[in-house]
């Protein structure tokens, strides 16, 4: 059977600041492809992903998810993630979550499409706000479980609880986006969750981003001042990107 797998979300799924040596920017749902492929080397498998940074989950449904099952030939997996920007900003709403989760669990299920909800890992620990994202993201993680209990062709990878993801080598220095080992760890989870198991990548202390006085400043500095500026004048850092594989890419083993 061809495999057709397709990512729509975020900057998670987009693979935000996982980049190879030569420079181009991988992510976890890339990695999950190449998995498959090598897990499944005789048969071929191919790849979309639609996913966007900065992008909030009704954007993600009502527009990636129409065009994910749009694609020709249709897909036969998907992953999607969504919430986490607008956990970032005011007037979560459960009702709204339920709604459009709900969309994606029904239009897959109506083409049988098999769904991957993917969580991303839990970056509070040193953010401001921090007891307000973790406790937006256990409730999206709830709302989730509830809606999925007793369905068949879903699988649910919660990386928020896992405490292993809160350890600093595997986020990014902007420590709202996880790193390359970031990435493989939720790479691993995703395609052991998907029947082929993976063993995560090993890291250290010595592996997190440097901190102190001028890591803190230097922090602020690049990320947190300019996040601000987006926010005060209604930019998104996904403004004017298009998705990085908007059509079917064979995924060589």
Known sequence: MTIRIVSIGDSFAEGMNDYLPDGTEVGWADRVAAGLAAAHADQEVWYANLAIRGRRIESIVVEQLDAALALEPPPTHLTFNGGGNDMLRPGFSDERMIELTSRVLDHCAAMGVFLVIVTGA?????????????????????????????????????????????????????????????????????????????????????????????????YWRAYVLPWMGRRLTGRSSGDGRAPKFATWTLIKP
């Open 122 to 218: 839990d970056p509070s620990d040193k953010l401001p706000a921090a007891k307000r994202m973790r406790r937006l993201g256990t409730r999206l993680t709830q709302i989730v479980e509830g809606l999925i209990a007793g369905r068949e062709g879903v699988v649910f990878v919660d990386n928020l609880h896992d405490v292993e993801g809160r350890r600093g080598a595997y986020w990014s220095e902007d420590r709202l986006h996880l790193g390359s080992l970031g990435h493989e760890w939720i790479a691993s989870r995703v395609l052991t969750a998907m029947g082929v198991p993976t063993q995560a990548p090993v890291v250290t202390d010595a592996d997190a981003p440097p901190g102190g006085l001028v890591g803190e400043l230097r």
